[in-house]
């Protein structure tokens, strides 16, 4: 049995994580966030310390280890994208691993950073890309392979997933705490297709706005058009008929990849394969970090060259801009 500390108890990801580690027979030591409505962990660790003072927080595992002689072998990390190397750093200097929710950092550089503390320590840093664990996914790296080596395939990602006005509020509508749409919504399958179709040649950007974001991706064996949004009115119609307010669609040589299920138990895979001698490091993620940076940092080229069919919606005036105006015209 294992021990656990983890941050961002609170957080929307963080009941994932409880039931990762006690799906796999470990113990949760104590848990830190500053918003205190954690009630999820009566479901998983009742008996487990909670704080909402980061220094109280590091002053009872300093007493485990010096009173009880315990201390956590992993922090499991689920704080916004801007606190993840922060936090990784905190579990590093406590001699434990950290598993860190994606992105594991905003920027390339912040890798660089962190993989001087790993050799400084000793520990490891272990990044969720859960995807690669994914059945579907599993299957169509395997079919790509087995394909002649110049073969290059045609792929359309679309990932709508809507959001209410509180995401501009939160911390995710920062694009300097979360990295902007194309990092908080799509880094995870960036990370997949480069996963699967290899290294990345080419990264334009078609659009970017608030609400969405647009390009082209060349890999190795892959031409990408992918589209992003947290936008309900680009939802198809017959997502909104049925009640809907997600859509997600992978198509594959203008086959359907199957990704509606097996998203259940993937995190507790992740931990699995963790424990097991497994898991995806820091030079893992790399690729992905990069690709959503130069997203964040690229010149909008406007509807140019291969695009997705997505891109030519019509734009949508930021809600809070949008209210501003209605207040002036009443």
Known sequence: MKNFALIG??????????????????????????FDS?????????????????ERFDRHIEMLKHEQNISPDYFSICTPNYLHDSHIRMALRRGADAICEKPLVLNPWNL?????????????IWNILQLRLHESIIELKKK??????????????TYLTSRGNWYYTSWKGDKTKSGGIATNIGVHFYDMLGYIFGKLKRNDVHVHTHDRAAGYLEFERARVRWFLSINYDVLPEEIKIRGQRTFRSITVEDEELEFSGGFTDLHTKVYEDILNGGGYGLEDSRQAIEIVHDIRNAEVIGLKGDYHPFAAKEKAVHPFEKKLDEFYQS
């Open 9 to 34: 108890a609170s957080g929307y990801i963080a009941p994932r994580h409880l039931k990762a580690i006690k799906d796999t027979n470990n113990l949760l030591l104590a848990a830190l966030d500053k």
């Open 38 to 54: 954690v009630g999820v962990m009566d479901s998983y660790f009742p008996d487990a310390e909670f704080f909402v003072e980061t």
């Open 112 to 124: 660089d950073a962190l993989g001087r503390m790993e050799r400084q320590t000793g520990g490891r």
């Open 144 to 157: 790509v392979e087995a394909t002649p080596k110049d073969k290059i395939f045609d792929v359309d990602l």
